[in-house]
């Protein structure tokens, strides 16, 4: 079984601050990870991927994320927000092989000017 | 390359009635997935298709159906609508190879009144 943890369904930053978006994953197999972003009436878009190899995978928008096995994280991170980050962002999780991708609950991001 | 279509992009329909929606992958991508969103349980995962086959699906009853065409469109059914049926309604389609990522389309979403 899998399934994926957000914390925060809603993430209020400063433009320019740190942007942070947790997500926490269960997986009995090494695990593929995703974060999607959805804009308002739109599909979501993939903003990067872990499969395997190196930890920290960097995404479109300057968003990158670090896999960490002992945490068992995949967090979402942005040294500077920007308004046109504000969206909805969804972490997902795919035990490996042809298994059903699985969503978090999604996690709306504020940008204050 | 196209994305990924899906039409129509809006419907209103009345409790009783059933609805077909589709959805046109991306050129060469032999995957397609559904899920129904809606803002109390986010992205809940309806089914997957490959090469015309069910890969995988989702807890839903069976008013939901689905099919894949040679071509690899997709169709799904909502027989006997209920007013919780309303949602947003997302495809997704994956090229082959079992880590890559889905590309969504903009979703049809449904009213049902």
């Known amino acids: 079984a899998q399934s994926v943890t957000q914390l925060g369904s809603h993430v209020s930053v400063s433009e320019g601050a740190l942007v942070l978006l947790r997500c926490n994953y269960s997986s009995s197999v090494p695990p593929y990870l995703f974060w999607y972003v959805q804009y308002p009436n739109q599909g979501l878009q993939l903003l990067l991927k872990?499969?395997?190899?190196?930890?920290l995978v960097k995404g479109i928008n300057g968003f990158e994320a670090e896999f960490k096995k002992s945490e068992t994280s995949f967090h979402l991170t942005k040294p500077s927000a920007h308004m046109s980050d504000a969206a909805e962002y969804f972490c997902?999780?795919?035990?490996?092989?042809?298994?059903?991708?699985?969503f978090g609950t999604g996690t709306k991001l504020q940008v204050i000017p | 390359k196209a994305g990924v279509t899906q039409t129509p992009r809006y419907l209103i329909k009345t409790r009783g009635q059933q609805v077909t929606l589709s959805c046109s992958p991306i050129s060469g991508h032999r995957s397609v997935s559904w899920y129904q969103q809606t803002p109390g349980q986010g992205l809940q995962f309806l089914f997957e298709?490959?090469?015309?086959?069910?890969?995988n699906k989702g807890n839903f009853p069976g008013r939901f159906s689905g099919r894949q065409f040679s071509n690899s469109r997709s169709e799904m059914n909502v027989s006997t609508l209920e007013l919780g049926d309303s949602a947003l309604y997302l495809c997704a389609s994956t090229e082959p190879g079992t880590v890559n990522e889905q590309f969504f389309g903009p979703g049809t979403r449904l009213t049902v009144l």
């Open positions: 298709y490959f090469s015309e086959t069910q890969r």
């Open positions: 997902a999780v795919r035990a490996g092989g042809y298994q059903k991708v699985t």
């Open positions: 872990y499969t395997t190899g190196a930890t």
